[in-house]
């Protein structure tokens, strides 16, 4: 059976809200054009899902509306007709949404029968395989939805994820979980309906090493109860210092380091779904895991692999949360670390990891080269064309460790808020040396594609993969 999903920028709900929710108290009607994300395996249930990403918002205008009042909204089908042409040609899919000022976020037999027209005219005029969804946002900000699959079936929305400085979470039976005995001391900290989400989510461990290892190893106990592992690398004795809960026979057979990260999660007994990927992330073979997540936990020191997230964080909107650590070592008789851990948060409307310039668009260049053809890149490398060979970089346990929480930290204040209303921060550098934080902030390249143009954010599944070339 099908499962579905929905996207919601924040800027879109924003929008949509001051549209429809209105003093006079009547209800308003908007489509929303989607971006899909079509995932053939669910890794977590085995079953078909679609995820829908809001990308454009068309509110039915005034003039269309043929009576209104707190309990019913009808009107004539032009601006449907209008926006169902727009799906076809930009290839997305339309969402109806109305408010319920009076009521709760539940769908009337009304809307049953109304929106089992209104597919029937979509399908007539986009093909029979045209879906629709719908969703009712209420003056209290609850929203609920549905996919449409045929006049006489619908399938209610799994999550509909609403993601900005902040990320709401909307599902049925939200509030009615029983928080586990293990979690009890969190909610006395953040309450049962934290703990609630976050064993809703998704969520995308990409790299498993200092930070990767450290990230995976403190999900479950947050009470994540659904993580998959991307990691093409094995265990060496190098890695013995940081990669939590790597052992010397790890390290002595080779085993991949996804292996050793899944068995330690499975060893917890706290009820963990972990899913592993040994293979870099921009394999296909990885595409369904990826997409199915709704968090991503960036912990790659590669560029290539960084630039692919930065891509795919705006075309799903599904937020990642990018790591890295810098140590510099000084050469003097009294050898001194500086020490710069930092979390940068890509999601639509904030600044990318190039035009901040995290990413080496060459370095990427050359480790795709390495990885594709490694008899050239070697030819390359001994002409000098190959940059970053050169000694590994250094790394401490207690540094990858403390990013690794700083990062969980931004997430939690997003779906929580316990820093307060200005408390997400887009990127934050801690200086180690210095026992300082910082904000950092940046302003989009006028010419980036990703970030200074809203014009990829929700697109979703595009061809060739984030309009990379392959």
């Given at each position: ?14 929008h ?7 003093r ?36 039915v205008?005034?003039?269309d509306?043929l009576s ?5 909204i009808?009107?004539?089908?032009k ?25 709760l976020a539940e769908?009337s037999?009304?809307?049953d ?5 209104l597919l ?15 969703v009712v ?13 045929n006049?006489?079936q ?9 993601v900005?400085d902040?990320?709401?979470?909307h ?6 979980g ?6 009890q001391r969190?909610?006395?900290?953040f309450?049962d ?18 930070t990767g ?29 940081r990669?939590?809960g790597?052992t010397?026979?790890?390290?002595d ?28 992330l921009?394999?296909?073979?990885c595409?369904?895991?990826?997409k199915?997540?709704?968090?991503i ?11 692919l ?12 949360f990018d ?8 050469t003097?008789?009294?050898p001194?670390?500086?020490?710069d ?8 409307g904030?600044t ?9 668009p ?13 008899v ?18 250094p790394?401490?346990?207690?540094f990858?460790t403390d990013?690794?929480i700083m990062a ?10 316990f ?9 934050r ?18 010419y980036?594609?990703?970030c200074?143009s809203?014009e990829?954010?929700g697109?979703?599944?595009?061809s060739p993969?984030?309009?990379l070339?392959?």
């Amino acid at each position: 059976m099908i499962t579905a999903s929905l996207v919601l920028q924040e800027r879109h709900l924003n929008h949509l809200q001051e549209f429809l929710i209105h003093r006079d108290g009547v209800e308003r009607a908007a489509y929303i054009l989607c971006g899909e994300s079509v995932i053939a395996v669910d890794p977590w249930t085995a079953q078909p899902h679609r995820k829908f990403i809001s990308y454009e918002i068309l509110p039915v205008p005034e003039e269309d509306i043929l009576s209104s009042s707190p309990q019913h909204i009808t009107w004539n089908t032009k601006s449907f007709v209008y926006a169902l042409k727009l799906a076809q040609e930009k290839g997305l899919t339309v969402a109806l949404i109305h408010s319920h000022p009076e009521g709760l976020a539940e769908f009337s037999d009304q809307d049953d029968t109304n929106e089992a027209d209104l597919l029937e005219l979509a399908q007539h005029r986009n093909g029979a395989e045209t879906k629709l969804l719908s969703v009712v946002v209420t003056s209290g900000g609850d929203l609920a939805g549905r996919l449409w699959l045929n006049q006489w079936q619908s399938v209610p929305l799994r999550l509909t994820q609403v993601v900005g400085d902040a990320i709401r979470l909307h599902y049925p039976g939200r509030g009615n979980g029983l928080t586990s005995p293990v979690f009890q001391r969190q909610s006395l900290a953040f309450g049962d309906a934290l703990n609630q989400d976050l064993s809703t989510l998704c969520v995308g461990v990409v790299g498993c090493g200092g930070t990767g290892s450290a990230t995976a190893m403190l999900l479950p106990k947050m009470g994540f109860r659904k993580i998959a592992l991307f990691d093409p690398d094995f265990v060496e004795e190098s890695n013995l210092n940081r990669l939590h809960g790597a052992t010397r026979s790890d390290a002595d057979a080779k085993r991949p380091k996804v292996d050793v990260v899944v068995r330690s999660l499975i060893e917890l007994g706290i009820d963990v779904q972990v899913r592993g990927y040994q293979s870099w992330l921009g394999d296909p073979g990885c595409r369904d895991a990826l997409k199915s997540c709704d968090i991503i936990f960036g912990c790659t020191d590669d560029h290539a692999g960084r630039l692919l997230l930065n891509r795919f964080a705006y075309y799903y909107a599904i937020p990642v949360f990018d790591m890295g650590l810098a140590l510099e070592v000084s050469t003097s008789d009294t050898p001194q670390t500086k020490a710069d851990g930092r979390v940068t948060t890509l999601v639509p409307g904030h600044t990318c990891l190039m035009c901040r310039g995290i990413i080496n668009p060459v370095a990427a260049r050359d480790e795709v080269l390495k990885r594709n053809n490694p008899v050239e890149y070697e030819r390359r490398k001994a002409e000098a064309y190959v940059v970053g060979e050169g000694n590994p970089s250094p790394a401490v346990v207690l540094f990858t460790t403390d990013v690794a929480i700083m990062a969980i930290e931004e997430l939690v204040h997003r779906l929580q808020g316990f820093r307060g209303e200005a408390g997400s921060v887009s990127q934050r550098v801690r200086k180690f040396h210095l026992m300082t934080d910082r904000r950092q902030t940046a302003n989009p390249n006028s010419y980036c594609p990703i970030c200074s143009s809203s014009e990829c954010w929700g697109r979703g599944d595009v061809s060739p993969f984030l309009d990379l070339v392959e």
